[in-house]
């Protein structure tokens, strides 16, 4: 891929870039015979999620054609490329015998690397949300927030194995104040055993048995002491899972989250089997996110 | 069990890198995350800032809109005192934006739609709300199903369009009827809009057991391709309703002034967006409302609204009728205003409420937006083929003879208003 001006002279550059954080300009064109060129170039990179423009120049020499060619490596990157880094170019220009022409491409031959060396960690980790399934929710300190989660095989043939989850709620909110933060319910590591071709939610289908539910926690005085916190954003489940034995089959999760205290139904632990309110589904009753899968 | 709070504000340290670089989006939500103080009282600038932003979000919901356009006059409204990492982020947005054409296969709209999330999200950055991590979309795949046999021919590629895929580690994964199987070493990230998987000269081994290809990033399937075959089911597909009158509200917050916005001649608008995604439907709704004179109150805000789950083997293609709504108007001297919707958007009327021009004390104003019918197309996710993938690989791509015969009479038993539909992004001129 190439481009060219609306001049009569061409400029061809292409930027290599690699993981050890160098990339190599090359570029090709024509111009005049017998001249100096100057090559002026800049792309952008974005490395961790900050974006960094990279500009740089060179000088060169056209042949008795007009023709040149130049490449330049070795030079240093902007970021860490540690993790995702990806280019694109922003624009060449062509200087000779006292012309500038403008509007040529600068174009990566990668546009994206993928640099990460991290080990995955033991399972693997997701997340499902926001999701504001019990909509605009006013939390007070030492309001009981309840979660839970349930997952399904896809495929009714697979091994029976054992699955691990650990996850928490994250539930972010903003307090009278304008300030903002969020507070976590951890809901704990669980093991599943399923068995083998099994193709039922687990731990259960009920949404009202008390086995939906994998934690509570009560809410944190994240604006002060008594007073509310405003949360509009939803919830956020993240959970590690892993699988012993691993089956290899794909398994699709769900979420949900209750405050009944804010709902005006009282301030109840929905694992509280003591709690007779509990049974009830307008207390302990919620919506279930989206389904997501999970290969 | 556990709970621990944590307070943050402002992106404090966005700013440090803004004298030689442009900061992405993304950015800022690192520093929501991590940054902790205070939150000032709500300066001018910021104030501007966000009125500028809120135009521009409003703007961005009319279909007809040209999204170059509005960010553009957005960057050239802002403020001289506006933190400079807020144009970066939209001019960094404008150098990212692909052209739809031969190789970008989506509609402007999606482009659009991801402009007024960048916005939201710059909004939410700024008013230092909660900011998830950007998530990359899927808009297109060329072609959208993968004839088995033809898929395995020599030079063969799938296309996948969409945005932000270098926001994440995209994989592959090749779905059968009782596993799968990464086969992203096939896949290539052509750009942040555009992943490309080798599919012939063995680079993907198909078998008659394949069900699918499944894009997956953060250990999630995001967008599957279904490999036809002739042995092939078509998943079953159904029209749900969601009767009229459903009823969502929102109370904007108030982001300047000290006094009610109740006086006449002040500014109302509010829009409400439809979006879909697995088997989950949400509303997207803002409002603001600005009293004409300077300095004076400014309430406006946006929220996402939980609206609707199908089952949860199902998934939700597609919506029938537009799925924004819009509505702007001049306030008079009443305390509650109501105005009605159009027939074929989501919202049948709108209604506003707190209005109190004559009071000094400040309160709450809401929105409460009444509903039309919502109908959607669900559709089945097991090891099938959905009707509408399979009619678009049939407009599309060369689908082989003995397949077509296999499967073209098993779209009688599908409704034929979704025979009619096309995906939501699809270019109109394949």
Redesign the interface.
Known sequence: MSATSSMAHTLNVTVTATCACEYTVTATGNSDANTSVTVNYGFTVISNGITYPVNGHFQTSTDANGDFSETIAGLPLPGSCADIVSLWGTGASLTFNGITEYGFAVVPSSPILFCSTTPPPPGKTFDIGPSSMEGHLLIRPGDWVNGGYSFVFVSGSHAATTVTVSSKLTLPFRCADGTTGQFVINLGTHDYDVPANNKSWQPTGDANSVLSWAGAGQAPAGCGPGNIMDNSKGAIWEATISQNPDTGSLLNWRFKYRDPNAKGKGNVNCLDLSDPRRNKADVCGASWSETVKDP | ?????????APGSTAI?VA?????L??S??AAFSAAQ??TP?DKALTDTLKVLDNAIHLLGDSSSNYRKVLLDAIAAFPSSTDDTVG?DVR?FL??APEPGGEFRCTVDFVRARARKALLRLRDTLR???V?P?EPAVCYAAPFALDWTQAQNTGGWLDIYGYD?????PEM?L?S????RDVTAALV????YHLALKLGDRAVRLSSDSVSL?L?W????HHSISIIQPTSRLCSARVETIPAGRTISYSPPRISGDRFPGRPGTTVRADATLDY????L?ATICMAAADPAEHEAVFSGC????LY?TD??RVIEAAFGELTSQVSYVHSNRTRDVQNGRPYGPVRQWAFNGFRPSSLEGGDISMTARLNEIRLVSTE???CVSPLAYLEAKRTTVVDPVTRQSLDPQLKKIDPAILKLRPRFASPTP
Request: a negative charge; one cysteine or more; aromatic letters at 8%.
């Open positions: 069990m556990a709970c621990g709070g944590s307070r943050t504000t890198l030689f670089c442009l900061i992405a993304a950015t939500d690192i205070s939150e709500p970066a960094t150098a990212r230092k709300d909660y998830s950007v895929f270098d926001r994440v580690s994964v779905v009827r009782e596993s799968y990230a052509r750009s942040h499944g997956t953060g250990h999630l399937i995604s697995s088997n989950k949400e929220a996402v609204e939980f789950t949860p083997d996710d097991e090891a």
